[in-house]
């Protein structure tokens, strides 16, 4: 069973920058999709951005250049690379995976089945 930790989050200044890191233990597939998510109070969770085992991406419309992800396969971890954060990019940011699945620019959170707890990203202004 594949298990997910995040960590990374904080608290940043309006402009700032952060880097997310999710760290993948337990199974692995030689097929699998790693995505990141954010979630505010009362809202749906939102994709990002995601990679799969082939290094192909797929990034929401909304980002602008802001937000990209990247993975270090030796490490079994997955960053996302965060700049000139605003503080409407405060939320809790989650990492999730579609094991044995590629991304196939599914960006949905109801198509990956496994979650990290997720790391709070604060930005004040």
């Known amino acids: 069973q594949v298990q997910l930790v995040e960590s990374g989050g904080g608290s940043v200044q309006d402009g700032g920058s952060l880097r997310l890191s999710c760290t993948a233990s337990g199974y692995f597939s030689s097929t699998q999709c790693m995505g990141w998510f954010r979630q505010t109070p009362g809202k749906e969770r939102q994709g990002l951005v995601a990679?799969?085992?082939?290094?192909?991406?797929t990034y929401a419309d909304s980002l602008k250049g802001r937000f990209s992800i990247s993975q270090d396969n030796a490490k079994n971890t997955v960053y996302l690379h965060m700049i000139d954060l605003k503080p409407e990019h405060t939320a809790m940011y989650y990492c999730?995976?579609?094991?044995?699945?590629?991304?196939?620019?599914?960006?949905?959170?109801?198509?990956?089945?496994?979650w990290g707890q997720g790391t709070q990203v604060t930005v004040s202004s």
């Open positions: 990679i799969d085992s082939l290094g192909r991406t």
């Open positions: 999730a995976a579609r094991v044995s699945v590629y991304c196939n620019g599914r960006l949905d959170a109801n198509a990956y089945n496994v």
